[in-house]
Each structure stands twice: as C-alpha cells, then as structure tokens.
C-alpha cells in the first residue's frame, strides 16, 4: 500500500512540475528529458509514470481542473448562502483560477493548433475537460430556478451564455493578455442580474 501512496505522490509532483515547465517554456520547447531534468529523474525514471510528453501535458491539465472542480464543489454545496450569491463565487473563482493560469492557456492553445493540424478535432479534447463543469453550473442554474432565485429560463440555454462569457475571458487573459480581471467580472454579474427572479423585467 506504502509503495502505491508513494507512486501516486511522485506521479502528482511529476504533473505539478511538468506544467510549471510548459507555462515557462511553452509546449513546443519542452521535451520529456527536460520535464525529466527538472523532475530530477532519469528518462528512464519518468517513462514508469508517463509514455511521453503529451500524456504528461493532458495529465497535468486535468488534474489541475480536478482541483478546480473540487473547490467549485465546495462552494455549490455551502447552503449558507443564496444560490445567487454561490454562482457569482462559482464564476469569480473560475476567473481567478484563469487569471492565475493565464500561461497555460496560451501553452493549451498551442497544443490544440497542433491537434488541428494533425488532423484531428480539437473540440472533442476540450469539450472531455470541460463537460463537469458544464455540468456544475447547470446543477446551480437548476437550483436557483426550483428555489424561485431564478426566472424560470431555458438551462441550456443559461449555461450557454455563462460558457461563452468564460470563453471570452480565457481568450481576453491568455490571448490579448489583459491583466484586470474587475473588469471581465461585469459581465457575470450582468448575466446573473439578468436571470433573477425579483428582476423588475421579468
């Protein structure tokens, strides 16, 4: 059992140090013996855990939004507020875990121009990353509607709308590599005003 725990904490560490890597040199400029240097393992060593250096990116990325999840999580399930109050905290965390990230954005993009140009479809990578929190927000949005916070609008339809307001953020950070994120908060705010119950255009 000892040796498992052991093997699941180097692979994480491996996964941390590897991403750290990719943000600095960008995925193109790293290689699996310099994810290996700075691991300071053998290739040897680093081929027990990993195939190649794509494995690494891919594994890296979803445990980074493993743990993203895992604190949207928390805040969906703390009752002590309104639902209205934990979706806005939903998405300010998400922007924030975006603004934090801003680099790996930019070394994800990279990585999915080259799926493209290899032929194969970028979206199908994205969308295996994002459907649980696709999934997430359509579970608050459905609350908040059966709570009577929210007007009775299309789920989808909402969730949608939220997506794209993060996809427009992602692309605003990493892309044109905006650094106020006060200001990519407003649209957020003005989707949530938007579906709530007590609004005066409902």
């Known amino acids: 059992m000892a040796i498992v725990v052991e093997h699941d904490k180097r692979k994480k560490e491996i996964l941390e140090t590897a991403l750290n890597l990719f943000?600095?040199?960008?995925?193109?400029?790293?290689?699996?013996?310099?994810?290996?240097?700075?691991?300071g393992i053998t290739r040897t060593t680093l081929y027990i855990y990993f195939k190649n250096k794509k494995e690494i990116f891919v594994w890296s990325i979803k445990q980074l939004t493993s743990e993203i999840e895992?604190?949207?999580v928390k805040i969906i399930n703390d009752d002590?507020?309104?639902?209205?109050?934990?979706?806005l905290n939903v998405l300010d965390r998400i922007l924030e875990k975006c603004a934090e990230n801003h680099l790996?954005?930019?070394?994800?993009?990279?990585?999915?121009?080259?799926?493209?140009?290899?032929?194969?479809?970028?979206?199908?990578?994205?969308?295996r990353r994002i459907i649980r929190l696709r999934h997430l927000l359509s579970t608050i949005i459905?609350?908040?509607?059966?709570?009577?916070?929210?007007?009775?609008?299309?789920?989808?339809?909402?969730?949608?709308?939220?997506?794209?307001v993060i996809e427009a953020a992602i692309?605003?950070?990493?892309?044109?590599?905006?650094?106020?994120?006060?200001?990519?908060?407003?649209?957020?705010?003005?989707?949530?005003?938007?579906?709530?119950?007590?609004?005066?255009?409902?």
């Open 171 to 202: 692309f605003r950070l990493a892309v044109l590599n905006q650094k106020d994120i006060s200001e990519l908060r407003r649209p957020f705010h003005l989707v949530v005003t938007g579906i709530l119950a007590k609004n005066p255009q409902q």
């Open 104 to 127: 790996l954005f930019t070394v994800t993009l990279t990585y999915l121009l080259q799926l493209k140009k290899s032929g194969k479809d970028p979206a199908v990578r994205v969308r």
């Open 23 to 39: 943000m600095e040199k960008g995925y193109e400029d790293v290689t699996f013996q310099k994810i290996a240097d700075r691991c």
């Open 80 to 87: 002590s507020k309104s639902v209205e109050e934990r979706l």
């Open 70 to 72: 895992a604190s949207l």
């Open 142 to 164: 459905i609350e908040g509607i059966n709570k009577g916070e929210f007007k009775k609008v299309n789920v989808h339809d909402t969730n949608e709308l939220l997506y794209s």
